[in-house]
């Protein structure tokens, strides 16, 4: 058997076991209303929680840019890729949620990555909870460091890992919001046990930021919470509509990343452009705080007008699970909604704990109540549709 072959044999047992993924390919804009492999489609299925990956101002920002500096920085951070522009939107980072100094990356993945191996090496100990990101647990096995896992959101678990451990460097890693649930840390009890034990803590706001607190600062303003020990880790292609991510913190820890992390100092900085739309993001997140408010009516729509067939599982923020269980009626139900035109992705093990296949709803402030409406329509007429075929 050739090495082609093997791979061709592990597709094939991954196309029979239904588990092959696939791209779609999208045309025309980002957007509530997307045409995807050629067919229009109501998609609640983006990270655009805001609404501005098609806002004219973040657009005309980007254009205006490009003119001006062109559309390649042509070299990393540390050699002449560094523009005025990254600059100015480390600083309005850092001011927005409220911490003293900020780092741009290319990717939350590279940031996470990045973060990690910089700061833990082989006589440290990392404690995760069980349901965070690939990209965080990745960075730990590439940091080399003790990887000590705990149930969902169990703080006693927590604390006896804590307690028992020896390790030199001890850091928490937590996702603020779970990007399968869509629930939220218990950041200021988890700050706590990282006082009472000397740990960092390492929160991944990917998709808080924007979303949670009173400006979208994210989960320190949800919170109210600050600390020296907080390393904070927010992406900018979700709710901010771009692309990229920043890691905040202390001026010291800061400047020991930018000495130190690997995805930041070995990889080309991303166009300028992306800044200045960036740039113009927060001022749009600052400006419309009529988005998030929009948002949160979508939530609560969603929630009093579906029906009780269907289980919502308990979140606060945009990404709403559709709790189903079973692997074929996810799929089912996932098939049976684009029929009707909607793109709602079914989501199944080993991605979430077997027996909790899901539907992901993403709500984005591009909805409008009358898209929640025809979703929740939708599933009123597949609860009789599935239940007539099973
Ligand atoms: N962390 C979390 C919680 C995420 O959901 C994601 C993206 N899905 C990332 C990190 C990676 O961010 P990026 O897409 O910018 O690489």
């Not at 780092?103 to 996470?112: H, I, P, R, V």
């Not at 607190?213 to 600050?226: R, V």
């Not at 998030?292 to 979140?315: C, D, E, G, N, Y």
Request: hydrophobic letters at 45%; aromatic letters at 6%; a neutral charge.
């Amino acid at each position: 058997m050739t090495l082609l072959d093997e791979l061709a044999a592990e597709l094939a047992e991954r196309t029979s076991a239904g588990l092959r993924r696939q791209r779609r390919v999208i045309q025309g804009p980002q957007a509530a209303e997307v045409v995807a492999n050629g067919k229009r489609l109501l998609s609640f299925a983006s990270n655009d929680y805001l609404g501005l990956a098609n806002h004219p101002r973040l657009i005309s920002a980007m254009q205006q840019a490009t003119q001006a500096v062109g559309v390649g920085s042509g070299a990393s951070h540390l050699i002449t890729g560094h523009h005025v522009l990254h600059e100015e939107l480390e600083q309005a980072l850092a001011r927005f949620v409220g911490l003293p100094a900020a780092l741009l990356f290319s990717t939350g993945y590279m940031a996470n990555m990045g973060v990690v191996a910089a700061l833990m090496g082989r006589d440290d100990a990392v404690f995760a909870d069980k349901l965070n990101h690939a990209s965080l647990n990745d960075a730990v096995v590439l940091s080399r460091a003790e990887f000590k896992r705990y149930p969902h959101q169990d703080l006693a678990a927590l604390e006896s890992l804590l307690a028992a451990s020896r390790a030199r460097r001890k850091l928490v890693l937590v996702d603020a919001v779970f990007s399968m649930d869509g629930d939220i840390a218990p950041v200021p009890e988890i700050l706590a046990l990282c006082e009472r034990y000397d740990a960092w803590l390492m929160l991944d706001d990917a998709h808080g930021f924007g979303v949670l607190g009173e400006h979208g600062a994210g989960i320190l303003e949800h919170f109210n919470i600050t600390s020296p020990r907080i390393i904070y880790m927010a992406t900018l292609g979700k709710a901010a509509g771009v692309a990229g991510a920043f890691v905040a913190g202390e001026p010291v820890l800061i400047d020991y990343l930018l000495q130190q992390a690997r995805t930041y100092i070995y990889t080309t900085a991303s166009p300028a452009p992306l800044a200045a739309a960036l740039l113009e993001a927060l001022n749009v997140i600052r400006d419309e705080p009529q988005r998030r408010a929009h948002l949160r009516q979508l939530m609560s729509v969603l929630k009093t007008h579906t029906p009780r067939r269907w289980q919502w599982m308990p979140s606060a923020t945009a990404i709403q699970p559709l709790l189903v269980g079973s692997n074929d009626e996810v799929l089912r139900l996932s098939e049976y909604l684009l029929t009707r035109g909607l793109l709602v992705p079914a989501i199944r093990p080993p991605t979430v704990p077997k027996g909790t296949a899901r539907l992901r709803v993403s709500l984005s402030a591009a909805h409008s109540e009358q898209d929640v409406h025809t979703l929740i329509n939708a599933l009123r007429e597949a609860e009789v549709v599935l239940e007539s075929a099973a």
